[in-house]
């Protein structure tokens, strides 16, 4: 105790430090105090906050209270860099040292803690994180983004905000510094002070209304909290307050302030509608002030240059309903500035970028400087020196346009001219796609690649994927020779070394991730590793060193998306902030005209092309997007390359399907597929016969086609491969000793070799299982003596897998090549197997590489076309992917790996071979078995696979089982057929549906068997296995017909008639036996009386059996309150749609396990372990391992919740009236099979659905209320209502009211998607029902999906699906109702 008080004696004598100066702060003083370490204060004086502002003054004020208190500040701001920017002016104030963290999804314990690291020598030590530096050096942690963090990683820091208490893995605490000068420590380091200085800033957006995690209550109650008014912060940043004398500025400057206002009164119904304008973005009026001071506007803009300008300074509405666009039209005309054009910015075909400038010449300075001028509207030119690379200018003007790779069009100058300008201003950009789900080319790769060239910048190509945390955008762990861990830049933090143009691509896909970049592309300034850090610039004679750096000044970001997420699941407030946005523009249908005719193609055929895309690209919904194709302008490019190349192949019928994968699109969508092809006047051609190809000396020699529609063709011959240029390739040439050639699929060789051997594409196969993919991609190789490459991809698969793989020796850390690698160096086929299985951002890499030869590896290497830097991994120019994988959708389930791809990859269709090329492959397959049973077997097998197509049968069945079936046959010809269709049927015993078709088709077909399904197993059983016959002793005369006893033991009873459920007994329920009134099984071996015993029954006996019988079912009946006429009308429509209940269960519920479906979760301190975070592992770290578990909804996103979903039927008179069409009969079965379906679901909360009826007497006429719990009496009664409601209700029409009544109950229900579906007869010229009535009632809130189905004389309008694309049917064959609303259904919830 006197060592302590001495202690604090001494250290009262030890001289106070001297202040360098008083801060005053309205009523409070404080004096300011030396930095013990000056690099550690604010270096962005330029981006500091004015404190004589009142806004910031009134916050600055708050913040210092606190801060005199001991208090940590909360500060909630809308997303913004002004919250920061007020942390840094209030550390610059108190002259207060500070770190920084920047929070993400993947930041954990380590990041807030202590890192570990092996030096040389295997020495390992710890590392202060930004936290604990700050709480040892008294110092201000800044943490921003803490709404981004996961649960749980925050209240790791709750100890040290309450108590200034932490333990560390070092094995040291940090305590209080009051209690540490208690403490009898003498000699020992373990304890350490927590510095009476050290403060705490938290910065985090308001959760709700902006996207993220709630704060945990116990984080939450240790900081005093500060709302950040939207409005000042949207003046107070610097360029905001500044003075304008331009008139343009200050209306714009009062749309934005009111904008901003309106916003914060939303009512309830607004926010239900999701139709109200949203705010602006924070930095929305600073970009303003800046352009239009750079750029003076002229006197009047277009209505195109106004909305170009209002998408770059709020990129949000680009994507926002149509409504909020209109209102904010109605303000810039209120204001006089004119009305707003397109949002889409389609059909636009001006030179001019923002504002209507245009650029006009570029003159480089020096290596790191240019000077660019602009044409004002006014004929005035401006120009500014702007930062630039050091390499050659591609030359502006273009001195001969027509030598460039791309078209300097009116459209593309435009965009160009907006970049520069951008660049001008000294923003990074970045450059957004449309809204519309699909259009013609945005020219996004050109564009960055020419705005490159042109300042002479070294691009540096950064691809974005899933996996990508925030860490590793920034640096990335490194084993050294030894075993030492270190860190190394990542490509980002090079580029800003060395000042190169960094694109980053598929900034989409990395989701609120890229939020973690805002400090470095708004101020310039990152935290690195080990304490050092990027600032935005040196002062006071600073020196660069290790520590300290600064981002080269010709740094510049350009972002571009993948276009694989919509545009509201990424393109945030925060992503406005970051960047100057650049709406992308699509080509005008003249552009893509005269880039398709530059390959030599017809006018004709790219006239019919371009009119087809058109029409195609129009009718596409959002909700399609995601699975089909988008036919982008590469796909258009790819067809007229192959039609310039081959003329005889101008079928664009195959062409375009082939495209668009048409042979696996839903059925919805082949309607209208095929209504477009006829209003081009695209028909479908005769398929030809390929003959067998042959291997020449000039190459693989494909003979011409021939055919009643095949003219001028010609042999096609393929170049093989040179085998000298891979040596060791030999071994990787796929060897075949038996390959049946047929037609089909020596067309499809011939194709797949003109794509990827002519053409030079990549490709993707899809196709059902087991119809050839493989086999036919190995034929082809191997006729080329092709060498290749394979991986098969599976649900645990991972990006690093991929690229490499990583072994551990003697505790170094090494990368082996995989097999892509080694296909990309050498030149190889790599076959991509079941692509479809893995994760989508996992497939996802395989665009960047088809679509530019592109790849960042994890371990710094990159793989480029050519080479241009030590270590990059050149692209063989023979190098090709093949991706295979099942047909999108039902039965198979797989990933819509699709859109993640792009139009990078050429597709084929693996479909079946035909009748012909079936016949002649199973032909010189069983050459033994009769040409006549072939035939029967082959056509059996296309009707099965037309009723999977309709939906009558749940299985595809293909070539692999017909396969498998006839090489039974040939080797065990003494089988009955019955036997040897066992082998693929008795997957089917429990699917009597199934059953049952196979036993038409093989009847249709001549076909004989006896026994299908578990009856031919039993059958088969009897007479191989289990024939064993039982001869009863003693009595076996009968009495009369009867139940019987139960045992309540359930024992096995044989012969006799007292027990139920026995067998070989007389008179009693049970089985093998004799004179029973009804079978009844209790799990017994069942033992047969001889079949003479079994006949020899009176009749008498019989007679008073079937009676029996007859009895008992009236009374199941009963128990039902059903007649027996009522049992056997369900029975009729049950069995219509019986393979459609099959099919819609299986895939919902598919949908709710797949919600539920698990993931690799990392950071987990047991499972299995992670290769990606093996340094990790060699350094100590707990967190090194993954386990399967439920993922975790993207932040923002709602937790699962139902699917609300009302369906409405037609109950109208004209139902009744025009039944012989069978419109009332199909509606009725519809809704026995979404009655059928959802009660056979066996998680029945994630579908919260009803049925209800229209009328002309009424809008909503409940049919099956939600939850309503149904027998079977109860779904009986809903159709024979619907019967009966039609019978007796007046004329009349009621869609609109029942669709616009549906959308706004349906929207009230707390879900996570929300759907009506509606079937109507009506006429709706006699009702006068129009397009916008429709459009209108339809379109009422925009987060219900809707879809209208016209039967009858609502299917003879022929504008429905022109004015409703993608949710307006006409189903003109009323036998299609059923299939037509379960793939709607099918194609709506399955996204």
């Known amino acids: 105790m006197a060592h302590r008080r001495l202690k604090h004696l001494l250290h009262g004598l030890v001289p106070a430090q001297s202040p360098i100066g008083v801060l005053h702060l309205g009523d409070i003083s404080h004096n300011v105090y030396p930095a013990a370490e000056p690099s550690r204060l604010p270096h962005t004086d330029d981006l500091l906050l004015d404190p004589r502002d009142a806004f910031n003054l009134d916050n600055l004020h708050f913040m210092l209270q606190k801060y005199l208190l001991g208090q940590d500040v909360f500060l909630l701001s809308q997303p913004g860099p002004y919250a920061r920017r007020l942390a840094l002016t209030f550390c610059r104030l108190i002259n207060a040292e500070y770190e920084f963290v920047a929070l993400h999804r993947d930041v954990g314990e380590t990041e807030l803690k202590q890192g570990r690291e092996i030096r040389a020598g295997g020495n390992l030590v710890y590392t202060d994180s930004a936290a604990v530096r700050a709480v040892k050096h008294g110092r201000i942690l800044i943490l921003e983004g803490v709404e981004k963090a996961e649960r749980g990683i925050m209240p790791v820091l709750n100890n040290l905000l309450e108590n200034r208490e932490m333990n560390l893995d070092d094995g040291t605490h940090i305590v209080h510094p009051h209690r540490y000068s208690l403490l009898e420590h003498e000699g020992s380091s373990a304890f350490i002070p927590a510095h009476k200085d050290f403060r705490v800033i938290a910065i985090a957006a308001p959760v709700p209304p902006y996207p ?77 002030h800046a352009l239009v001071s750079a750029f003076p506007p002229p006197d009047r803009l277009s209505p195109d240059q106004l909305a170009r300008l209002v998408l770059s300074l709020h990129p949000a509405l680009i994507h926002s309903p149509f409504v909020a666009w209109a209102m904010l039209s109605r303000q810039f ?151 030492a861990t270190s860190w190394e830049p990542s490509p980002l933090i090079e580029g800003a070394w060395q000042g190169r143009l960094v694109h980053l691509s598929g900034m989409d896909v990395i989701g609120s991730t890229a939020g973690s970049l805002a400090r470095l592309v708004q101020d310039r300034e990152v935290e690195l590793w080990e304490k050092k850090r990027i600032v935005r610039r040196l002062v006071d004679e600073e020196e660069p060193s290790s520590d300290l750096s600064v981002a080269h000044r010709a740094f510049r970001v350009i972002s571009t998306a993948s276009k694989s997420i919509s545009l509201k699941d990424w393109l945030s407030d925060e992503h406005a902030n970051m960047f100057f946005t650049v709406a992308a523009q699509p080509m005008s249908q003249a552009e893509e005209a005269h880039i398709l005719l530059q390959t030599g193609c017809r006018a004709s055929v790219v006239e019919t092309l371009l009119k087809f895309a058109d029409k195609y690209r129009s009718g596409m919904t959002s909700d399609a997007v995601q699975k089909n194709r988008k036919l982008g302008t590469r796909s258009l490019l790819r067809i007229a390359r192959r039609v310039a190349k081959f003329p005889e192949d101008d079928d664009l019928h195959t062409l375009l399907s082939r495209a668009l994968l048409a042979e696996f699109l839903p059925a919805t969508e082949t309607m209208n597929l095929q209504n477009i092809f006829e209003e081009c006047g695209i028909k479908q051609r005769t398929p030809a016969f390929n003959p067998p190809p042959e291997v020449r000396d000039e190459g693989l020699y494909f003979p011409p086609r021939t055919g009643p529609q095949t003219r001028d063709a010609r042999a096609t011959v393929i170049p093989r491969f040179d085998a000298a240029s891979d040596p060791a390739g030999a071994s990787h040439v796929p060897h075949m000793d038996h390959f049946y050639d047929n037609s089909r699929q020596t067309g499809l060789m011939r ?110 290497r990159r793989v480029r076309e050519t080479k241009e830097r030590e270590g990059d991994i050149v692209v063989h120019p023979k190098f090709r992917l093949v991706l295979l994988a099942n047909r999108p959708g039902y039965p198979f389930l797989g990933n819509h790996f699709l859109q993640v791809l792009g139009d990078n990859f050429c597709c084929h269709a693996v479909t079946n071979p035909d009748m012909a090329s079936e016949r002649r492959l199973l032909s010189q397959l069983a050459p033994q078995l009769s040409e006549d049973l072939i035939l029967r077997l082959v056509a059996a097998f296309q009707d099965l696979r037309r009723a999977y197509e309709g939906g009558t049968v749940t299985y595809p069945y293909s070539l692999r089982e017909l396969l498998n079936l006839v090489r039974h046959m040939q080797a065990y010809p003494g089988d009955p057929l019955e036997v040897a269709l066992r082998n693929v049927f008795d997957f089917d015993v429990y699917k009597p549906e199934t059953i049952a078709k196979l036993a038409d088709i093989l009847d249709h077909h001549g076909l004989v068997v006896k026994n299908l399904g578990i009856e031919a197993a039993r059958e088969a059983a009897k007479k191989k296995v289990l024939d064993v016959k039982f001869e009863p002793k003693g009595d076996t005369s009968l009495s009369e017909p009867k139940y019987g006893k139960d045992d309540p033991n359930n024992q096995a009873h044989t012969g006799g008639n007292t027990w139920a459920g026995g067998t070989g007994g007389r008179d009693t329920a049970g089985l093998g036996g004799r004179g029973g009134y009804m079978r009844l099984f209790k799990g017994h071996d069942i033992k047969q009386i001889p079949d003479a015993l079994k006949n020899d029954v009176p009749d008498h006996v019989k007679e008073r059996a079937r009676e029996m019988a007859r009895q008992e079912l009236a009374r199941r009946l009963e128990e039902l309150n059903m007649s027996a006429g009522e049992a056997k009308g369900y029975g009729v429509l049950f069995t219509a749609v019986e393979g459609h209940i099959a099919q819609l269960h299986d895939l919902l519920e598919h949908l709710a396990a797949r919600e539920e479906e698990r993931v690799w979760v990392k950071r987990q301190t047991d499972g299995e372990l992670d290769d990606s975070r093996l340094t990790e592992g060699l350094t100590g770290e707990a967190t090194v391992y993954k386990r399967r578990g439920m993922a975790k909804p993207e932040m923002g996103r709602p937790q699962l919740k139902p699917k609300r979903i009302r369906f409405l039927f037609d109950v109208s008179a004209s139902m009744y009236r025009f039944q012989y069409d069978g419109r009332l009969k199909r509606s009725m079965e519809t809704a026995v099979m979404l009655m059928e379906t959802f009660d056979r679901l066996t998680r029945k909360e994630k579908y919260v659905w009803d049925i209800y009826g229209h009328s002309g007497d009424s809008a909503s006429i409940p049919l099956v209320e939600a939850g309503q719990q149904l027998e079977i009496k109860d779904r009986w009664k809903v159709v024979d209502k619907m019967e009966m409601i039609t019978q007796y209700t007046f004329a009349g029409d009621y869609t609109l009211d029942a669709i616009d009544k549906a959308v706004s109950e349906v929207s009230k229900f707390d879900a996570d998607d929300w759907f009506v579906i509606a079937i109507t007869d009506a006429n709706f010229a006699r009702y006068g029902i129009t397009a916008e009535d429709l459009q209108r009632v339809m379109n009422r809130n925009p987060k219900v999906h809707t879809a209208l189905i016209c039967i009858g004389e609502g299917a003879e309008v022929s504008w429905i699906p022109k004015n409703l694309p993608g949710r307006g049917y006409r189903v003109a064959n009323t036998a299609d109702i059923p299939a037509v609303l379960r793939s709607i259904l099918s194609t709506m919830v399955d996204k």
């Open 751 to 860: 194709d797949l070799a003109i794509d990827f051997e002519i053409l030079g594409e990549h490709l993707v196969l899809l196709g059902n299982q087991g119809v050839g993919k493989n086999k036919v991609v190995d034929r082809l190789c191997q006729l080329l003596g092709r060498p290749r490459e394979y991986i098969q991809l599976h649900r645990d698969t991972t990006v690093n897998q991929l690229m490499f793989q990583t072994v551990l020796e003697n505790g170094v850390i090494k990368y082996t090549d995989s097999p892509l690698l080694r296909a990309i160096s050498l030149g190889r086929v790599i076959i991509i197997d079941e692509a479809d299985k893995a994760a989508e951002h996992v497939v996802a890499i395989f665009r960047s590489l088809a679509g530019h030869g592109q790849l960042t590896l994890a371990d710094g």
């Open 212 to 288: 993220g995690y709630p704060l945990d209550p116990p984080f939450r109650s240790r900081f005093q909290a500060r709302f950040v008014d939207p409005l000042g912060s949207l003046l107070a940043l610097p360029q905001s307050t500044q003075d304008s004398q331009s008139p343009f500025f200050q209306k714009l400057r009062e749309i934005i302030m009111s904008t901003q206002i309106a916003s914060e009164s939303r009512n309830t119904l607004d926010a239900v509608a999701k139709s109200t304008l949203p705010a602006f973005p924070q930095t929305s009026l600073a970009k303003a």
């Open 333 to 483: 005309e209120e204001a006089g500035l004119g009305e707003l054009g397109s949002p889409n910015l389609s059909g636009i075909e001006d030179d001019g970028g923002l504002l209507g400038y245009r650029l006009a010449r570029i003159e480089k300075v020096d290596d790191h400087t240019a000077n660019v001028s602009f044409d004002s509207p006014t004929g005035a030119m401006v120009t500014f020196t702007v930062s630039a690379g050091p390499h050659p200018y591609l030359q502006f003007p273009f001195a001969h346009p027509e030598m460039l790779e791309f078209v300097p069009s009116a459209r593309f100058m435009g965009l160009l001219t907006s970049l520069f300008q951008a660049h001008v201003l000294g923003w990074d950009i970045s450059y957004v796609p449309p809204a519309l789900p699909s259009t013609a080319s945005c020219s996004t790769s050109i564009l960055v690649r020419t705005f490159s060239a042109m300042l002479g910048y070294e691009l540096e190509d950064v691809h974005m994927y899933k996996e990508l945390g925030g860490r590793e955008l920034i640096m990335r762990r490194k084993v050294e020779e030894g075993g």
